[in-house]
């Protein structure tokens, strides 16, 4: 990736270019900034916030004022990478975790032909409304590989498969950070959590074996 500005005509070209795409989540300035320093190309500021930053029992919760407001923080990093954000309703193909209760659970999706069906229409109407990318969420590695050889912009998946265009995840997940949940689909790269505990917990004790 050069140095200029990532656009979203940038990404949708990199699909035909055959470069793989990867995308983290951010919520803040600070995690904005150090994704883009490393050189993600696609920063996202996602409803999962509701979770992981607002302790929400599901996105269900979150709100668009909301959703503005870690946005603008994320903005402030002034990122290279091309910023997008979630609405908090209909964001993408695939599990939508803002139906989460009312589906009853994490289910992926494309498993049956009705399913599978609904996906590649719902996919040729997001290019025909002018989409640069979809992201598709746990949907079946083998319907994620159709959908992404038949449609001309990239697909993003997250617990979809190898054979999207490219790749998404929570970034707290991929550094370790929410240690009380375990997902199939990602396995953390660093045990933060734990590291974090450890450098608190010695510094606790710094202060409080201090000599006055």
Known sequence: MSGTKVTAERIRAMKGAGERI????AYD????????????PLILVGDSLGMVVLGY?????V???EMEHHVRA???AKPRALLVADLPYHGHLGMLPQHVVEEGGYHVKGKNEPEHQRLLADADALVQAGSFAVVLELVTPRVARELTQRIPIPTIGIGAGPDCDGQVLVTPDLLGMLPWFSLKHVKPKLNAAEQMRAVVKD??????????
């Open 74 to 76: 994320a903005a402030r």
């Open 22 to 25: 990867a995308a983290l989540t």
């Open 29 to 40: 300035f600070p995690m904005t900034r150090l994704l883009d320093e490393v050189g993600i």
């Open 63 to 65: 709100t668009m004022a």
């Open 57 to 61: 029992p599901d996105t269900t919760h």
């Open 203 to 212: 510094w606790k004790q710094s202060v409080e074996t201090a000599k006055r």
